[in-house]
């Protein structure tokens, strides 16, 4: 080869060293990740959780999601609890779980239309809901209506579908005593306006369901007045003694009867029987040892073949630790966390009084029940009988819970965020499909109102002067604030007054709230009030309401013209109190404002 050949290819090569294939193979390889790449991965997925909680709809997707979440898995997990025991009963493993899909759909339904029901008509339906209730637990002790079974009488058996009246009437003391609560909200609410007439309800309701008897739901509907009193704002010490004195009760009601007694001392070890009264608990625990960590394999778990009685029900969270291991049992704790989280987050943004009292109290109710059962099934707390929610079977109590949720969904898009999206345009696919009505933002009632310009006034007005200002304010401390939302105390600026038809009233206003003060006296102080800001210029409507309240009062002319003596003293006077309108004389021709025409 000559020299020139060699020069020649020497070339061709540096040039296809040069190609872009030549340079991309000569690329030098990527640096591994340092540490600080690893570190910043949970920053991200953090701001990435900040922006989902951001959007306004993110509490509403939210209770859907936890809400469908864990439907699915208690329909998948009661399947596996309950296929051994439905197969020995009447020959079908699927016995136990039609019945719960059913109750399942049911639900569902409830839970759309709770979804889709204006905030005004549960305040509506509070009083005839907890009547109804109230009554349906009376009728089912009467022998010959309410079911026996196993010694209680608690059911309704309707076409061979059990209803519980005792899990219906938490939905309704729910509804009704934030109803009631939020009606009476005032920043220096005495005693008496928190504790009637809800605590007396509540113990005729316990009293009714330990007839039964029942004591489980018992402990529920205390758990339930409990809330409601702790986040309308009882004082602490009041609330403290409410609490001993609900402790002291149970306790007594334990110890009444053998069999509960037996399970207490069998928690405390004063019972040391393996096929006694601990046997439920320590089948339990052998359960959840035999799971460990990544558990046996869904449908494999041992102790439903008869040897963990009501697998399927109040110890269906055995099921899951053995069949799914800790890893499972800690999915389920994470739920209801999240659904916890959910429920105070609503209740923390709402402004209606009624659905922060009312989620909030949802919100303890479902996750007392939840931490109870796991707590009487890992061995923290002796056997109550709650069941999980939505993951045991049971019908009224599925149903009960999906209906507490629709609440929570409904609340979720009153909160104003998901008010201003919505009413913009910005909807959904979830409430395209269900063709879910337009939520309306909050709106203080008159009374509300009033009530709420009452406590400013009381909180401004300085200590040595005149105003009526409370003399043991309702304090809260800031660790209970974090817990809960503060009602009682704090009320949110007063809006500005309108008329009926949402305008802006024009003029000062009078607030005088005492008993039997009704709305043509309010007229009548707003008409004084119009005319002593604009003398001039007064309007017919002013005018009319100031001659019908002189008419009704007998106070149309002053002293001297009463005792007068001619009629066109008084005619000028009245005209002079009618306006430019002249009303009063083709009314009555002067002689009903003189003193002669009386």
């Keep these: 080869m000559t020299a020139t050949q060699e020069d020649a290819s020497t070339e061709a090569k540096s040039a296809g060293s040069d190609s872009p294939r030549a340079s991309k193979r000569r690329t030098a390889p990527k640096a591994p990740r340092s540490r600080s790449d690893a570190a910043a991965i949970p920053a991200t997925l953090v701001e990435g959780v900040r922006n989902l909680l951001s959007r306004p709809l993110a509490s509403y997707h939210l209770v859907l999601t936890m809400a469908a979440l864990m439907t699915s898995f208690g329909l998948i997990m009661v399947l596996s609890a309950s296929s051994v025991e439905g197969y020995s009963a009447d020959g079908s493993a699927y016995g136990l779980f039609a019945n719960q899909v059913i109750f399942v759909v049911l639900g569902a339904v409830v839970f759309y239309l709770t979804l889709r029901m204006p905030v005004r008509f549960f305040r509506r339906m509070a009083v005839p809901l907890i009547a109804a209730t109230t009554i349906m637990l009376a009728l089912v002790l009467v022998p010959g209506i309410g079911t026996l079974s196993q010694g209680a009488r608690r059911w309704f058996d309707i076409n061979g579908l059990s209803v519980q009246p005792s899990e219906l009437v938490k939905v309704a003391l729910c ?245 201003a999206a919505l009413t913009t345009g910005q909807r959904s696919r979830v409430s395209r499909w269900f063709r879910l009505p337009t939520p309306v933002a909050y709106k203080p009632t008159r009374a509300e109102s009033a009530r709420n310009r009452l406590d400013t006034r009381d909180r401004r007005a300085p200590a040595s002067s005149g105003g009526r200002r409370s003399a043991t304010p309702n304090r809260v401390p800031a660790w209970r604030r974090a817990i809960g939302v503060r009602f009682f105390g704090a009320a949110p600026e007063p809006s500005p007054p309108v008329d009926r038809r949402g305008a802006p009233r024009s003029g000062p206003v009078r607030l005088d709230y005492r008993v039997g003060y009704s709305g043509r006296q309010q007229r009548r102080d707003d008409a004084r009030g119009h005319e002593r800001q604009n003398p001039s210029r007064r309007s017919s409507e002013s005018a009319r309401a100031s001659q019908s309240a002189r008419r009704a009062t007998g106070r149309g002319v002053p002293s001297s013209t009463r005792t007068g003596s001619s009629t066109g003293a008084s005619r000028s006077d009245s005209g002079r109190y009618s306006g430019h309108t002249g009303r009063a004389d083709k009314m009555s021709g002067g002689s009903r404002w003189s003193g002669t025409g009386r």
């Excluded at 928690?267 to 046997?279: E, K, R, S, V």
Aim: charge should be neutral.
């Design 175 to 419: 509804v009704w005593g934030a109803h009631l609560l939020a009606s009476r909200r005032r920043d220096n609410s005495s005693l008496r306006e928190l504790l009637v007439p809800l605590v007396p309800v509540g113990l005729l309701i316990c009293l009714l369901i330990i007839l039964e008897p029942n004591l489980s739901t018992t402990i529920t509907i205390a758990i339930i007045v409990g809330a409601l009193l702790w986040f309308a704002g009882l004082p602490i010490k009041v609330f403290a003694a409410f609490v001993i004195t609900g402790v002291g009760i149970a306790v007594v009601l334990a110890l009444v009867e053998s069999y509960r007694s037996q399970r207490v001392m069998s928690f405390l070890g004063g019972i040391d029987d393996p096929q006694g009264a601990g046997y439920q608990a320590r089948q339990a625990t052998f359960a959840l040892a035999n799971g460990g960590v990544f558990g046996v394999g869904l449908g494999q778990s041992r102790a439903k073949w008869n040897y963990l009685p009501n697998a399927h029900n109040d110890f269906i969270f055995a099921i899951i630790g053995e069949e799914l291991g800790l890893i499972g049992g800690l999915l389920v704790v994470f739920l209801f966390v999240v659904l916890a989280f959910t429920g105070f987050r609503i209740a923390h943004r709402c402004t209606d009084p009624f659905l922060r009292l009312m989620t909030s109290t949802i919100t303890v109710l479902i996750t007392a029940q939840a931490f109870i059962n796991i707590g009487y099934v890992i061995g923290l707390l002796p056997v109550t009988g709650i069941q999980l929610p939505l993951l045991s079977a049971g019908g009224t109590s599925t149903l009960t819970v999906l209906a507490m949720l629709g609440l929570l969904a409904n609340a979720a898009r009153h909160e104003p965020e998901a008010v």
